[in-house]
């Protein structure tokens, strides 16, 4: 069975939809005592890790077992057209890395992120390439889709969405968009 890995977890939407998808969740990284509270009653069979992610040494990171994909979307704050737009520089901005330094340390096999639309025009346009480029640096080949989540949701969310999987270098992104998404996203 395939197995993922959940940083900022929050409430499981994440969780909820890599079950759906065929995967059992061997962890979870949450430091909301409420949203990690309703991850446990949701996700008993998950080791939730309720600490902040900034005090999680790498030792730890790499005593977790290894998930198949990892799966998380930074607090968006920073990138929100209705937040402080302080970009990967804020606070929460940084959070971002944090991601990175668990893929970084463990290199799962493929990865999603996912965050606001306003990463695009975060920092005069220049965060999102530096998320790509921060993906890429580490060995990913990455693909990324701006979808609404109405389709889900009675609201329109336009979310990003950067699929990575590990050792494919930088190739061809619009190959890698065929082979990724097919049309199943």
């Given amino acids: 069975m395939l197995t993922s890995g959940h940083i900022f977890c929050g409430g499981g939407g994440d969780t909820e939809g890599a079950i759906a998808a065929g995967y059992k969740p061997i962890w979870a990284v949450e430091n909301d005592p409420y949203a990690a509270a309703v991850y446990r009653k949701r996700f008993p069979g998950a080791r939730l890790i309720e600490q902040d992610i900034r005090t999680i040494t790498g030792d730890f990171i790499l005593g977790l077992p290894t998930p198949d994909i990892t799966i998380f979307g930074s607090p968006c704050p920073d990138f929100s057209l209705a937040g402080e737009r302080n970009g990967l520089a804020g606070v929460r901005g940084q959070l971002f890395f ?6 970084r340390l463990q290199r799962s096999s493929a990865f999603v992120f996912e965050n606001v639309d306003g990463l695009l025009s ?4 220049t ?26 949701a009675p609201q329109n ?6 699929v990575g999987y590990y050792g494919g270098g930088q190739g061809d992104t619009a190959q890698a968009n065929k082979e990724i998404f097919a049309g199943n996203f």
């Avoid at 944090?98 to 893929?103: A, H, N, P, Q």
């Avoid at 975060?122 to 346009?125: G, M, S, T, V, Y």
């Avoid at 390439?129 to 389709?151: D, E, K, M």
């Fill in 98 to 103: 944090e991601g990175l330094r668990f893929l």
């Fill in 122 to 125: 975060a920092d005069k346009a």
């Fill in 127 to 152: 965060a999102f390439p530096q998320v790509i480029q921060a993906f890429t640096s580490l060995g990913y080949r990455c693909t990324w889709q701006l979808r609404n989540g109405n389709r889900h």
């Fill in 157 to 162: 969310r336009e979310r990003i969405f950067v």
